[in-house]
């Protein structure tokens, strides 16, 4: 026994030396809190960066919330609960245009395209958008993006949202496919993975692409307060880095690959399903190769907010974007 002891002893010293190194260097991580609109395969980049370790590398220790929603994840960052928000930059031109005095700049834009599709009940091999009229649609929240873009591209195909076709927004974001296969409306607007899930169920089928039918549209984009960009631009450029990394990753890498990498993010859904689901991503060319939200992006997107109604003034590019850390990133 007293031979054992020291050799004992000596392992617990270098585990407790071991721990206390591990411990050391998660205190050097900046804690970061990011809220998200909602969790989806759409948003593959930046889950891919959180399972290579990209964040870790760049010095920062991220935890996600879940919103549930833009005026979720808005709420929660002007009450503190939250260092970035990712959702539609529509809510940053809100909060501005109510005269906040500490508005939210983006900084980084991860998609160019919706990532929304059209679901209907029934197989429709010739489906054309004119078939929406005088039908039953399950929409999105009023002002947000999934809703406009998708009014946005009814008027591009000379469809009146308020009269040719009946919208129902009351369903809450995330509800809309069960409240679709327990009702009776024809189409429903689906994200990822619900739109496959309703395909792989006989609940429904896919018939059309918000992302291809609307064209390049600033989907997506990370903000924060202009007064935590200013006193963590450090912190900013850091969380920049890894999102970028992750972006390189996607546009360089299989479905197959990518759908390995982050599938413990979605643990509910079969690793074959979610590969399904990024090549059908990848085709429509949803994810930018740089992460700078470009003026004629801005511009389009008020464009969209002010033909759904939404814009009560339009809100000068240079206060509410910023493109120095993304242009850092991509170098």
């Not at 009351?170 to 395909?199: H, K, M, Q, W």
Request: charged share 20%.
């Amino acid at each position: 026994m007293k031979k054992i002891f020291p050799f004992v002893l000596s392992l617990a010293l270098l585990a407790c030396l071991t721990l206390a190194s591990c411990s050391q260097e998660e205190e050097g991580l900046a804690k970061v809190t990011l809220n998200e609109v909602a969790h989806s395969i759409f948003y593959a980049p930046q889950y891919a960066a959180i399972e290579l370790g990209y964040f870790q590398e760049e010095g920062i220790d991220l935890t996600v919330v879940n919103g549930g929603g833009a005026d979720n994840v808005m709420t929660a960052l002007i009450a503190g609960e939250a260092d970035i928000g990712f959702m539609g930059s529509e809510a940053s031109i809100y909060v501005y245009n109510q005269g906040a005095d500490d508005h939210f700049i983006n900084f980084a834009q991860l998609t160019q395209r919706a990532g929304n599709f059209l679901v209907s009940r029934e197989p429709m091999e010739d489906f054309t958008w004119d078939d929406l009229r005088g039908a039953t649609v399950l929409g999105g929240r009023k002002g947000g993006m999934p809703q406009m873009v998708f009014e946005y591209i009814l008027k591009q195909q000379g469809i009146d949202p308020a009269t040719d076709v009946e919208i129902d927004q009351s369903i809450d974001f995330g509800l809309t496919a069960a409240a679709f296969t327990s009702g009776d409306a024809d189409f429903t607007v689906e994200f990822e993975p619900y739109a496959t899930a309703l395909e792989l169920e006989g609940a429904g089928y896919v018939v059309a692409s918000l992302g291809v039918d609307s064209g390049y549209v600033p989907y997506t984009a990370y903000c924060a307060q202009a007064s935590y960009i200013e006193g963590n631009g450090e912190i900013i450029q850091k969380f920049t880095n890894a999102i970028q990394r992750g972006m390189e990753y996607v546009n360089t890498h299989t479905p197959e690959e990518i759908a390995a990498i982050i599938q413990p993010q979605f643990p509910e859904t079969e690793e074959s399903t979610i590969a399904t689901i990024v090549a059908r991503y990848q085709e429509q060319d949803t994810w930018k190769n740089d992460l700078i939200f470009e003026e004629s992006s801005f511009q389009l997107l008020q464009d969209i907010l002010d033909e759904a109604g939404e814009l009560t003034a339009r809100a000068p590019y240079e206060e509410l974007v910023t493109t120095e850390f993304a242009e850092e990133a991509s170098k």
